[in-house]
């Protein structure tokens, strides 16, 4: 009897000992197990999948991460006006009716071009209006059968291959413009800024605007500057050299995180991000994108959304 419940006691223990040990090889697998689900489910969540396709049609620019420097700059407000050591009026040498109209306004003239034929008052013998350079007509003061004089422009031709942009320095700003500075217009035409310097400053003010004129002669060979519009720059102060840089543009923020979008074959994983220095077109990047990486630089707010969507399935 004794014998039997000892030999009960012992199937017990070790029945008790053999279900605790198989607990504890079995635990730390399954909660293994959790953990690596968790952090899947956290990357697939942090990750958007995007085709090359997709990336077009959303307009998405890709760039690289890289070194870059970071400028302090100041705005300033001008308008662009045409070289005026490149400009020529074109009057008539008698008075007399104008016979022929051979250029219009816009139209492209080499220098010796018949402009004109106006017939003289006084001998009553036509002569040639010519252009005295080349350039681009951009006045026109004449008609066919209007009477002209020496007291008028009929033309004026501008060589437009360099134009003026004439900037507004404010009077508290006047100390930190100089001769020489480097300016970056913007001639919101999309394309990439202008560079050009400073090359002459103003010894009078404006008593209108409490300014200042600050003059860069600017090439415009592509015509992207035209005469009579405003235009903005950017006049640079400092510029300092970073490790790696990406476009502002980039910057998103998640569950207060702010984080850029770095892309990996076909997924975008959100990335977190520590910034350093900015200016208005870059910011450089402390922690988080090495040189070298491919990230959304532009409508980077797309990849976002998808990301709220749960697009890491997408499939186009």
């Not at 899947?40 to 049609?57: F, G, M, N, P, Y």
């Amino acid at each position: 009897m004794i014998q039997g419940l000892i030999r009960y006691l012992v199937f017990v223990l070790v029945a008790a000992a053999l279900v605790y040990g198989g607990y504890r090889m079995l635990t730390p697998a399954t909660t293994k197990t959790t953990e690596t689900e968790k952090a899947e489910k956290e990357e697939q969540q942090a990750s958007v999948v995007l085709s090359d396709a997709k990336i077009a049609a959303a307009g998405i620019e890709l760039a690289k991460a890289s070194p870059g420097v970071l400028h302090d700059t100041l705005l300033l407000n001008g308008m662009v006006q045409p070289n005026q050591e490149s400009l020529v009026q074109i009057t008539p040498r008698f008075p007399g009716i104008v016979r022929d109209v051979r250029k219009r306004i816009g139209d492209r003239v080499q220098k010796g071009d018949v402009l004109a034929i106006v017939e003289s008052n006084q001998s009553l013998t036509p002569y040639e209006l010519k252009a005295a350079l080349a350039g681009t007509v951009i006045d026109r003061q004449t008609t066919l059968g209007e009477y002209v004089s020496e007291q008028k422009p009929a033309f004026v031709i501008a060589d437009l291959s360099t134009v003026w942009v004439d900037f507004s320095v404010y009077r508290r700003d006047l100390t930190r413009v100089n001769i020489g500075d480097q300016v970056l217009i913007d001639p919101a035409d999309g394309g990439p800024a202008i560079e050009a310097k400073i090359s002459y400053l103003s010894p009078v003010g404006s008593s209108d605007t409490q300014s200042a004129l600050a003059r860069a002669v600017v090439p415009n060979s592509e015509q992207r500057l035209r005469p009579g519009l405003f235009i903005t720059g950017r006049l640079i102060l400092s510029a300092k050299q970073v490790a790696v840089a990406v476009k502002s543009s980039a910057l998103q923020t998640i569950e207060n995180r702010t984080v850029v979008f770095v892309r990996d074959g076909e997924k975008f994983e959100a990335r977190d991000v520590e910034i350093g220095e900015r200016d208005p077109d870059f910011v450089e990047i402390t922690f988080g994108v090495l040189e070298g990486d491919v990230y959304a630089a532009k409508n980077s707010f797309i990849v976002k959304a998808e990301l709220a969507k749960g697009g890491a399935g997408d499939n186009d």
